[in-house]
């Protein structure tokens, strides 16, 4: 079995360019798989949820987009790219979210685990972020569509998969969870949001 907590094949964030800010206060909501089948609420974090045989246009900048598949460990979301810790694990989880200019994809395809996906809404101007999990069982899929930074913003939709292993700690019969990821691995701009607080998980309480 494989070393939790870190993303295979190793991709260090740092092969993306882009930049990252810490949200100075954030506001955690957190929420359960009740979600995943309230179309409206999973509209207001600007994604959409596919089953089998639904399908739909992909916008993006680019005609080529690469399809990876990735395993992340049970303690990857309780690592930080942003404050110099290196390898070393924090104690709880923190915010992690992420928008940019090309189209998402994350496939949940585990034989045991759903994956999850967190996603957010930031408004900069009140420095708020509201954070919901996305639990997508074995065959759905999560489609982000690109969100460049534009001038004017009132607010910016947000999404994370640092935390796409958090089913693992329900019963802890796993250690990871394998998910197939479609996304522009050259030429992309990431926008990072990111804060220390710990973040809230109902379904794990």
């Known amino acids: 079995m494989n070393r939790p907590g870190f993303e295979l094949p190793p991709?260090?964030?740092?092969?993306?360019?882009?930049f990252h800010e810490e949200v100075q206060n954030g506001v955690q909501a957190g929420s359960g798989p009740k979600l995943l089948g309230r179309r409206r609420r999973r509209e207001a974090f600007?994604?959409?949820?596919?089953?089998?045989?639904?399908?739909?246009?992909?916008?993006?900048?680019?005609?080529?987009?690469?399809?990876?598949?990735y395993e992340y460990g049970m303690f990857a979301g309780h690592r930080?790219?942003?404050?110099?810790?290196?390898?070393?694990?924090?104690?709880?989880?923190c915010t992690d979210l992420e928008h940019h200019n090309?189209?998402?994809?994350?496939?949940s395809v585990d034989l045991d685990l759903p994956l999850v996906i967190s996603v957010g809404r930031y408004w900069p101007d009140m420095n708020k972020l509201f954070l919901a999990d996305l639990w997508l069982p074995r065959g759905k899929a999560l489609y982000v569509p690109p969100r460049p930074k534009l001038a004017g913003q009132r607010h910016i939709d947000l999404h994370g998969n640092r935390n796409s292993a958090l089913a693992c700690w329900k019963d802890i019969e796993q250690d990871s969870v394998r998910t197939r990821t479609l996304l522009q691995t050259d030429g992309g701009y990431f926008h990072w949001f990111w804060n220390e607080l710990p973040t809230v998980h109902p379904l794990l309480k």
Do not use: C, M
Request: hydrophobic share 35%; charged share 15%.
């Open 11 to 18: 991709r260090s964030w740092t092969n993306f360019k882009g």
């Open 46 to 69: 600007g994604s959409a949820v596919l089953g089998k045989h639904q399908g739909l246009r992909i916008s993006s900048p680019v005609q080529a987009l690469d399809q990876i598949d």
């Open 80 to 93: 930080s790219p942003y404050q110099g810790t290196g390898q070393r694990l924090l104690g709880t989880v």
């Open 102 to 107: 090309f189209p998402h994809v994350f496939a």
